[in-house]
T-cell receptor, first 114, second 114 residues
Framework: KQEVTQIPAALSVPEGENLVLNCSFT??????LQWFRQDPGKGLTSLLL?????REQTSGRLNASLDKSSGRSTLYIAASQPGDSATYLC?????????????FGTGTRLQVTL | GAGVSQSPSNKVTEKGKDVELRCDPI?????LYWYRQSLGQGLEFLIY??????PDKSGLPSDRFSAERTGGSVSTLTIQRTQQEDSAVYLC???WGLGTDTQYFGPGTRLTVL
């Protein structure tokens, strides 16, 4: 059974700092990995999706990397801003069976302070 | 264009009552997913619809839970004889249904069972 772990569970950084969020998964047989952010009381917003054949994806100040063989992904946020405060979730999609379901980590709650 | 919408946004019900939660996916998306997010726990997959194929119900926690998707668009998640442990945020997502797709999430329905 796939298990997805995110470390740290919570993180507080001052504005302008660069930071890294970690995601690890136990089964490397994945189709892709996706990073989301969730704001309080809101749904999830997709940030980046990395296919299993890719090593990284970039969008603006965000960069996500994937090392499938070691079961790890990182989300790098450059020059953090208070608006980045949210819970960040990673999710993996299996490459077996119907490949329909995502397995989510429990998230990292990020607070960027002024 | 319009995103995924869900209704109601909040639902309070008494233990033992039935509830229906609605999801309107993004127009043209053939895949639709239901997830549950319980307090202190991660997102849990419930059910997946893809086009006219039989749904993947492997995540439904009990036979009190059922879902249907009419006309390949709107979906309804029904919980019969609700229990207090059913209290959670129920999230719906949709995607184009291709293997490389990104899932787009609705804002969720917060269900409270008294």
């Amino acid at each position: 059974k796939q298990e997805v772990t995110q470390i740290p569970a919570a993180l507080s950084v001052p504005e302008g700092e660069n930071l890294v969020l970690n995601c690890s998964f136990t089964d490397s047989a994945i189709y892709n990995l996706q990073w989301f952010r969730q704001d309080p009381g809101k749904g999830l917003t997709s940030l980046l999706l990395i296919q299993s054949s890719q090593r990284e994806q970039t969008s603006g100040r965000l960069n996500a990397s994937l090392d499938k063989s070691s079961g790890r992904s990182t989300l790098y946020i450059a020059a953090s801003q208070p608006g980045d405060s949210a819970t960040y979730l990673c999710a993996v999609r299996p490459n077996t069976g119907t490949a329909s379901k995502l397995t989510f980590g429990t998230g990292t709650r990020l607070q960027v302070t002024l | 264009g319009a995103g995924v919408s869900q209704s109601p946004s909040n639902k309070v019900t008494e233990k033992g009552k039935d509830v229906e939660l609605r999801c309107d996916p993004i127009s043209g998306h053939t895949a639709l997913y239901w997830y549950r997010q319980s307090l202190g726990q991660g997102l849990e997959f419930l059910i997946y619809f893809q086009g006219n194929s039989a749904p993947d119900k492997s995540g439904l926690p009990s036979d009190r839970f059922s879902a249907e998707r009419t006309g390949g668009s709107v979906s309804t998640l029904t919980i019969q004889r609700t229990q207090q442990e059913d209290s959670a945020v129920y999230l719906c997502a949709s995607s184009w249904g291709l293997g490389t797709d990104t899932q787009y999430f609705g804002p969720g329905t917060r269900l409270t069972v008294l």
